[in-house]
C-alpha cells in the first residue's frame, strides 16, 4: 500500500514532471496544467488559438487519422470517414446504441449485439479506445509542443454515470496514446475543485453540478464531507445540448427562407456552412441581442427574443432533470450549497437564469464553463503529484490487479491508484457446454497479457452442474481491504457453489519494482494494446466459428443448400483469417459470416445458442 502524498506509487514523481488534467469531452476536449509559477490551473492554447480541440476525427483515403478543428470540417462533405462523438461509444455494446444508431453518420458495425461495437471506416475497425486514443495522442502532441517537454502522466474525466467498463475503455485509450493515466476523475467532481469546493480539509457541504455541453446535458449532486466526494445522484439527457440548439435555429432560418431540408442535405456544403453560421448566431447571442448574416447572397438574422423562445422547452428540460436528481437525492432546491456551471452552453444568459432561479441562489460561473473540467483535472493532477502534500492522504493500490480471461488478456478489476478499501464484482461465463469447472486466476500488474504481469493465486471453482455454454453465471468478487489483503470470491450463481480465497497482493514488492512494472507498460503500451486487440478478435471469431457450427448442426433442415454453401465458405474463410496476424481481416470475415447467417438466424430463435453469445468467458 502506499501514501499518494508520497511517492504516488512509483516514487518517479520526484523528478520535477508535469502531470496534465485532460476533459476528453463528447464535443471538445482540452488539456489544462497547474502553471509551475502562480500555481494556477491553465489551460493549454497555442499563441491566440482556442484551447478546445473538436473530438472528431477524421480518416483520409490512406487511413491516417486527423483530430480536431482540421477533422471538423469534414462532417458534412465526408461523414463515412468523420467520426464524431465516440465518447457515446465507449465501453458500449451495440445493443446499448442500437436505440440510437440514426445519430451515428459513420458506420457502427452491428454483428454479435452483446460484443463491444466497433466503427468501420474503410476496410479498418475501430474500437471507441481506439478513436478515443487518437484525440488523447493528438491533446499530448499538442501539450508537449507548448510545454517543450515530454508528457506521459495525465488524470482523465469522465461522467460521473460513467460504469466500470466505460472507465476501463478511458484508461485504455490513455495508455495507447502512450499515457500513464494516473487518475480517472468523474467531471463534476473536478469542476468543484476547479472552484476550489472540496479542498478544505473539515466541513460538509453539497454541490449541484449543472452541465449543458455539445450533445449531452448531466446534472449531478455531489456530497462533500471533509475533502471525500460522494455523488449523491445523476441525471441528465445524453442526446439534449448545444447541437440542438442550433438545430433550433436552423429549423427558424429554414422556415423563414422556405427551404426544405431534404433539399438542402443534397447540398452538404451548404448545410455545413449554415449549420456553422447557426452556432456562430448563437453564440453571439449570449453576449449581443441580434445576429446576422449572409450566405449565398441571402440575409440570415435572428433577435436574441426570438432565440430564447426558441429554446424555452431546451431549458425545461434540463430544469425537469435538476428536479429528478433533487429528488432521487432526497434534496430540496433549498439545501444545495453551491451551484457549479459546466460546459459551453451555459454561456448563454438565459441558461444560467433559469438554473439560478430555480435553485433560489447564484450560481458559479466565473470559471471558463468549457475549461472548467480540465481545469480541475489539473487541480486533482497537481494533488496527485503531491505538491499539495496535506491534502488527502489515502491508502491507494500501487498495481492493477485482475484475473485471466480467454485468450491469456488481463482484465482489470481494481486499477491502480484506486482508493482501498474496495469492492469490485464483475460476472463471467462458461464458453464450453457441460464445463463443471473454471479456473481463475489472480494478477497483478499493468501489462494486456497475463504472461507479463506477476500471478498472485489460482484455484478451480469445481462443481458448476452441467449446463450449455454461457448459461452459468459465474460472479467474481474482488474484496480489497485497508490492510492489503485481497479476498477473491467466485460464485456460480445458478447453483450456489462458491469458493473464496485470500491473497497478499503487493506487500513484498519494492517501490523499485513497481516503478520498474509500470516503465514496462508504458514502453509496451503501443505492441500490447495491438497484441490485445488481436487476441479479443481471436477469440470473438473462435466463439463465433463455434456457436454458428453449432447452428448448423442443430438447425441445418431450416437452409438451402445454398446457403450451406456459402455459410461453409463464410467459416472457411474466418478460420484461415484467425490463423493470421491481421485484426482488421478477422473483423471483416467476422462481418461476412454474421452477414451470411443474418437471414437464417432470425428464422431460427434459438435461446441456447443465443446464450452462448452472452457474456465473456474465462
Ligand atoms: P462537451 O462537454 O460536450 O465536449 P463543451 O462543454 O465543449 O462540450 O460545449 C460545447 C457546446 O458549447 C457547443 O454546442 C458550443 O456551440 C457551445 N458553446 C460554446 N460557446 C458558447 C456560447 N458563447 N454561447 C452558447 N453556446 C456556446
Ligand atoms: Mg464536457
Not at 213 to 235: A, E, R
Not at 251 to 272: C, E, G
Request: glycine share 8%; proline share 4%.
Amino acid at each position: 500500500m502506499a501514501k499518494i502524498g508520497i511517492n504516488i506509487a512509483t516514487g518517479s514523481l520526484q523528478k520535477a514532471e508535469m502531470i496534465v488534467g485532460i476533459d476528453l469531452g463528447t464535443t471538445n476536449s482540452l488539456v489544462a496544467i497547474i502553471h509551475p509559477e502562480t500555481k494556477q490551473p491553465v489551460a493549454l492554447k497555442e499563441h491566440d488559438s482556442s484551447s478546445l480541440v473538436p473530438s472528431v476525427v477524421h480518416f483520409d483515403v490512406f487511413g491516417n487519422p486527423e483530430v480536431g478543428q482540421g477533422a471538423k470540417r469534414y462532417l458534412e462533405s465526408d461523414p463515412a470517414n468523420t467520426i464524431f462523438s465516440a465518447k457515446r461509444l465507449m465501453g458500449k455494446s451495440y445493443k446499448d446504441v442500437s436505440q440510437s444508431a440514426g445519430y451515428f453518420t459513420y458506420k457502427v458495425i452491428d454483428d454479435n449485439t452483446d460484443a463491444l461495437v466497433k466503427v468501420q471506416v474503410g476496410s479498418s475497425f475501430y474500437s471507441p479506445t481506439d478513436l478515443s486514443s487518437f484525440i488523447l495522442a493528438e491533446l499530448k502532441k499538442r501539450a508537449e509542443h507548448i510545454l517543450k517537454t515530454p508528457v506521459t502522466k495525465a488524470v482523465i474525466t469522465v461522467p460521473a454515470y460513467f460504469n466500470d467498463a466505460q472507465r476501463q475503455a478511458t484508461r485504455d485509450a490513455g495508455k495507447l496514446a502512450g499515457l500513464d493515466v494516473l487518475r480517472i476523475v468523474n467531471e463534476p467532481t473536478a469542476a468543484s475543485l476547479a472552484y476550489g469546493l472540496g479542498l478544505e480539509k473539515e466541513g460538509e457541504t453539497t454541490i449541484a453540478v449543472y452541465d449543458l455541453g455539445g450533445g449531452t446535458f448531466d446534472i449531478s449532486i455531489l456530497k462533500i464531507t471533509d475533502g471525500v466526494f460522494d455523488v449523491l445522484s445523476t441525471n441528465g439527457d445524453t442526446y439534449l445540448g448545444g447541437d440542438d440548439i442550433d438545430r433550433a435555429i436552423i429549423d427558424y432560418w429554414l422556415a423563414q427562407k422556405s427551404i426544405d431540408i431534404k433539399v438542402l442535405q443534397k447540398s452538404p456544403n451548404l448545410l455545413q456552412t449554415i449549420r456553422l453560421s447557426a452556432e456562430e448566431a448563437k453564440k453571439a447571442l449570449s453576449s449581443s441581442d441580434q445576429f446576422e448574416t449572409t450566405i449565398d447572397g441571402q440575409v440570415y438574422q435572428i433577435t436574441k427574443s426570438v432565440f430564447e423562445g426558441l429554446i424555452d422547452s431546451i431549458i425545461g428540460k434540463t430544469i425537469d432533470c435538476c428536479k429528478n436528481a433533487l429528488a432521487d437525492a432526497k434534496l430540496n432546491a433549498g439545501q444545495i450549497d453551491s451551484i457549479v456551471m459546466v460546459g459551453g452552453s451555459t454561456r448563454i444568459p438565459a441558461v444560467k437564469a433559469a438554473v439560478a432561479s430555480f435553485f433560489g441562489k447564484p450560481v458559479n460561473d466565473s470559471i471558463n464553463p468549457d475549461e472548467v473540467v480540465a481545469l480541475g483535472a489539473a487541480v486533482q493532477a497537481d494533488i496527485l503529484a503531491g505538491n499539495n502534500k496535506d491534502f488527502l492522504l489515502l491508502d491507494i493500490t500501487p498495481l492493477s490487479l485482475g484475473i485471466e480471461t480467454m485468450g491469456g488478456l488481463m482484465e482489470v478489476l481494481v486499477p491502480r491508484n484506486s482508493k482501498v478499501p474496495t469492492q469490485v464484482g464483475r460476472q463471467y461465463t462458461t464458453h464450453v457446454d457441460g464445463q463443471s469447472s473454471m479456473r481463475v486466476s489472480v494478477y497483478q500488474g499493468e501489462r494486456d497479457l497475463v504472461k507479463d504481469n506477476r500471478k498472485l493465486a489460482e484455484f478451480n471453482l469445481t462443481g458448476i452442474p452441467g449446463m450449455p455454454a454461457g448459461l452459468p453465471k459465474v460472479d467474481i468478487q474482488f474484496l480489497l481491504n485497508a490492510d492489503g489483503i485481497l479476498v477473491v470470491k467466485a460464485k456460480e450463481l445458478r447453483s450456489g457453489v462458491e469458493q473464496i480465497i485470500e491473497v497478499k497482493p503487493a506487500l513484498d514488492l519494492t517501490d523499485d519494482q513497481v516503478e520498474k512494472m509500470l516503465q514496462d507498460s508504458i514502453e509496451n503500451a503501443a505492441a500490447d494494446m495491438v497484441l490485445r486487440a488481436l487476441v479479443e478478435a481471436r477469440t470473438e471469431g473462435e466463439q463465433l466459428l463455434a456457436v454458428t457450427e453449432k447452428f448448423m448442426v442443430k438447425h441445418q433442415s431450416l437452409l438451402t443448400p445454398d446457403e450451406v454453401t456459402q455459410t461453409a465458405l463464410a467459416l472457411q474463410a474466418l478460420q484461415l483469417a484467425i490463423t493470421m496476424e491481421d485484426k482488421n481481416l478477422i473483423q471483416t470475415k467476422i462481418e461476412a459470416l454474421n452477414e451470411t447467417t443474418r437471414p437464417f438466424a432470425e428464422r431460427a430463435m434459438d435461446e441456447a445458442v443465443k446464450g452462448a453469445l452472452k457474456g465473456k468467458s474465462i
